[in-house]
């Protein structure tokens, strides 16, 4: 079964909460990384500790929420080994697992309302890499940029 870590700022983190309701729905297994509460906090401590859980092998896939999931999403790429994908909408989502064999989705808390969230979040799990044109590109990111 699929573990997925999870990661949150303050601007993420209520969204985070009803994501992870979510998952326990849909008996998937998870690892809260954090914030546990709503207070001020730097969303790139939370993209980090789900970047390596990930890469340490401790998760497969990772879910990250800030305001908007960009500032996640710029530092969780930043990770050898990590694909993130910003993806605010269904058919984001779907394309950064088809071609892009995205290994984090990023999230806006700030944009995102939850049922949107919930459709964006059961696309992306359910959705596998295509493979084959795509894993070349995927193999060009790592030879031309060392990541
Ligand atoms: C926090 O206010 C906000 O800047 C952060 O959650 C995120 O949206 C950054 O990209």
């Known amino acids: 079964m699929i573990k997925i870590a999870l990661g949150s700022d303050h601007a993420g983190y209520l969204l985070k909460e009803k994501v992870k309701k979510f998952l326990i729905e849909l008996e998937l297994e998870f690892k809260d990384y954090g914030t546990f509460k709503l207070d001020s906090c730097d ?23 800030c305001g908007t999931g960009i500032g996640m999403s710029i530092t ?8 993130g994908a910003l993806a605010n909408d269904i058919e984001t989502a779907q394309l950064s697992r088809l071609h892009n064999n995205a290994n984090v989705l990023c999230l806006g808390g700030r944009i ?33 940029t060392g990541l």
């Open 43 to 65: 969303y790139p401590e939370y993209a980090y500790k789900v970047g390596q859980a990930i890469v340490s092998g401790e998760a497969d896939m990772g879910i990250l929420v």
């Open 112 to 144: 995102l309302k939850e049922e949107e969230a919930k459709e964006v979040v059961k696309t992306w799990i359910n959705t596998s890499f295509e493979g084959g044109r795509h894993q070349k590109r995927l193999n060009l990111i790592t030879q031309l």
């Open 76 to 83: 969780v790429n930043k990770i050898k080994g990590i694909r």
